[in-house]
Antibody
Framework: VQLVQSGAEVRKPGASVRVSCKAS????????IHWVRQATGQGLEWMGW????????GYAQKFQGRVTITRNPSIRTAYLDLSSLRSDDTAVYYC??????????????WGQGTQVTVSS | EIVMTQSPATLSVSPGERATLSCRAS??????LAWYQQKPGQAPRLVIY???TRATGIPARFSGSGSGTEFTLTISSLQPEDFAVYYC??????????FGPGTKLEIK
């Protein structure tokens, strides 16, 4: 199992960014994809999730209206789109596979992270 | 929204000793709690799920306990590779799939 994310991005305030997460080694449509971010020196912040089979997505209230998570099953890739970027959106963004197992749920595999820097 | 808290923020322990990390939920998450380990410059790694089930490849010195709102991660006989930041996460009621703020386990 591997999740490989796109490379670092630099954007100006007010712009948008797309981060991709390409899955391999498993059936893409069976497991959820989550997005989690981490500002430098800070903790993990859960942003949202995607059901790759249906395309259904859910978001943390903090990001509602600014974030969209989508996928292209034909290329086993999930996307995080974040708009109206601010300086405090500067962070490493991770995708992770969400697995349901016997009533439990976890993020068992993670991408390598994508640095997004928002600066004028 | 369930809010997760962790204590202490930093824990200093000598190699070979035991470390006990705490996690509290603002409301019951029953047994739907996971722990993740993160080392500098790396992605988080799943350590424990379902309060006490070790993830694949996690050594037996890691154990978890608790239910409802109070949880503990114990690492017996700390090894050099165990020093990292540990996060708890609830999955009882989501979104959001909220994390705690983390406990940094450092070498004393």
């Amino acid at each position: 199992v591997q999740l490989v994310q796109s490379g670092a991005e630099v954007r100006k305030p007010g712009a948008s960014v797309r981060v991709s997460c390409k899955a391999s080694g498993y059936t893409f449509t069976i497991y959820d994809i989550h997005w989690v971010r981490q500002a430098t020196g800070q903790g993990l912040e859960w942003m949202g999730w995607l059901n790759p089979k249906t395309g259904d997505a859910g978001y943390a209230q903090k990001f509602q209206g600014r974030v969209t998570i989508t996928r292209n099953p034909s290329i086993r890739t999930a996307y995080l789109d974040l708009s109206s970027l601010r300086s405090d959106d500067t962070a490493v963004y991770y995708c992770a596979r969400g697995v349901a197992l016997s009533g439990d749920y976890m993020q068992d595999y993670w991408g390598q992270g994508t640095q997004v820097t928002v600066s004028s | 929204e369930i809010v997760m808290t962790q204590s202490p923020a930093t824990l200093s322990v000598s190699p070979g000793e035991r470390a006990t990390l705490s996690c509290r939920a603002s409301q019951s998450v029953t047994r739907n709690l996971a722990w993740y380990q993160q080392k500098p410059g790396q992605a988080p790694r799943l350590v424990i799920y379902g309060v006490s089930t070790r993830a694949t490849g996690i050594p037996a010195r890691f154990s978890g306990s608790g239910s409802g709102t109070e949880f503990t991660l114990t690492i017996s006989s700390l090894q050099p590779e165990d020093f990292a930041v540990y996060y708890c996460q609830q999955y009882n009621d989501w979104p959001p799939n909220s994390f705690g703020p983390g406990t940094k386990l450092e070498i004393k």
